[in-house]
């Protein structure tokens, strides 16, 4: 067992933490969040996400989890110092290493001789070079070890991996690090720093690749009067193809892709490529967030002035509370930009205080059936599995209109046709 220290307690470090702790290490996880630090103290997880809250309670309990405030603090006796802490985009599409580097600053003192610095926040190519440079310390070796969970299934994905990338030129240290993962069973790729790193970007970008191109196939479907669900059964059988991550929605978002996806471009460019693909893929996406709110406009009759639309879904995909960069943001803005009303239920936002500063104009209220009181239409943007419980008969009665778009062709279009309801889904 090992001596960890885990820098930042968000949706990565703390999985991290947690996952780590449950594994049987000594982690102390570190954040510049006092009151963050306090509520994981005594228990509280701040964020949504599946049985993390049973882990912590389940580290806490045992003594192998705790929670300081400052990095220094955290790595004072640790053997691996894990960075989790965030690389936001700059305002140019590059990652933003200001949070690595002030995270280097604080432990490059402080870390014990010969430990281990692992770096699992996504960061650019070179990175792993810059935390070397911050620390200044040649007794100390720096790791990538990117991390590929997903919101909704973080503690899965963490035990569970479908691979474990490791970059490092010493090899003892690579050792070290994948011995951590004792009994996590995975593939594993033990390569340098700059192929770990652009790992993590290529996968993410062909993620987003994916979602783009099923949403155009969508368009297509529209087109030519196909649907899109079955094209995506005789799609994903074909095992070169696979269905995962071929489902038509109202684009692609969250804390990652949007910023992973114009880093890449960016990091292409310093590289010497035009990566002409990757800048479609994100303007495909940027087209579905208004393709989606023409739907919305058509289903109104042409003017969204003064309509009342009722959205369920705000996060960004179900299983979470995150709302950055949140596809049903980028629609609802849309709509508002357009004179539309708009009353959200999500069953993770609590009220209109839990929203980003930049979502005007939304009303959040507590049920389903709030939302659609008095709506010119329904709007659906979040795959929220309790949406498809929902009674058309009874909204039928309290709509203006019984009418719905279905971002993530998630109802039973036959059974909401059945009470009453216009279905517009996509690509069908
Ligand atoms: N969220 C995901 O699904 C996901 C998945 C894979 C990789 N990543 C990558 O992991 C990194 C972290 O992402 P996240 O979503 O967990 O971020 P987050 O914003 O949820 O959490 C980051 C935490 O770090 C803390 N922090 C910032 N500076 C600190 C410092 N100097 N010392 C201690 N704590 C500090 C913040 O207070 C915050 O609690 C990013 O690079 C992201 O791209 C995220």
Not at 66 to 91: I, S, W
Not at 179 to 202: G, H, R
């Amino acid at each position: 067992m090992a001596r960890l220290a885990i820098i930042g307690t968000g949706y990565v470090g703390l999985t991290t933490g947690a996952c780590f702790a449950h594994l049987g290490h000594d982690v102390v996880c570190a954040d510049v969040d006092a009151d963050k630090v306090a509520r994981l103290s005594a228990g509280e997880v701040p964020i949504v996400e599946d049985r993390l809250d049973l882990l912590v309670r389940e580290g806490l309990d045992d003594g192998r989890l705790r929670f300081v405030v400052g990095a220094a603090e955290a790595v004072a006796d640790c053997e691996v110092a894990f960075l989790c802490v965030p690389t936001p985009q700059n305002p140019d599409g590059t990652a933003d290493l200001s949070y690595i580097e002030a995270a280097s600053a604080e432990i490059a003192a402080v870390l014990p001789a010969e430990s281990i610095v692992v770096n699992k926040s996504t960061v650019p190519v070179g990175s792993t070079r810059v935390v070397e440079r911050v620390l200044g310390r040649p007794d100390v070796t720096v790791v990538s070890n990117p991390e590929f969970l997903r919101e909704g299934s973080a503690i899965q994905d963490f035990l569970h991996p479908d691979r474990i990338v490791i970059g490092c030129e010493d090899q003892s240290a690579a050792i070290k690090v994948l011995s951590l993962y004792l009994s996590v069973t995975a593939p594993t790729v033990v390569t340098d720093p700059a192929s770990a790193e652009t790992i993590k970007y290529a996968a993410n970008a062909f993620l987003a690749t994916k979602l783009s191109f099923v949403n155009a196939i969508a368009a297509v479907c529209e087109g030519v009067g196909a649907d899109v669900n079955d094209v995506i059964l005789g799609l994903g059988y074909d095992t070169r193809i696979g269905s995962e991550f071929l489902k038509p929605g109202p684009g692609w978002g969250g804390s990652c892709f949007p910023k992973d996806t114009r880093a890449l471009v960016r990091i292409a460019e310093q590289g010497g490529y035009d990566f002409r693909l990757l800048d479609g893929v994100i303007a495909v996406n940027e087209e579905q967030f208004s393709r989606i709110a023409d739907k919305v406009r058509e289903a109104v009759g042409g003017d969204l002035t003064g309509r009342a639309i009722g959205v369920w879904g705000l996060t960004f995909k179900a299983g979470t509370d995150d709302l950055r960069e949140s596809p049903s943001l980028s629609v609802i803005e849309r709509l508002v930009a357009a004179g539309a009303v708009v009353r959200a239920y999500d069953p993770t936002v609590g009220s209109d205080a839990d929203l980003p500063p930049e979502a005007t104009g939304i009303e959040v209220v507590a049920t389903p059936a709030a939302a659609c009181d008095g709506a010119d239409v329904l709007v659906v943007l979040t795959e929220w599995d309790e949406f498809r419980w929902q009674d058309p008969a009874e909204l039928a009665a309290t709509m203006s209109t019984p009418s719905v778009v279905d971002a993530r062709n998630l109802l039973d279009r036959a059974r909401w046709e059945r009470h009453g309801f216009v279905h517009r889904g996509i690509g069908r």
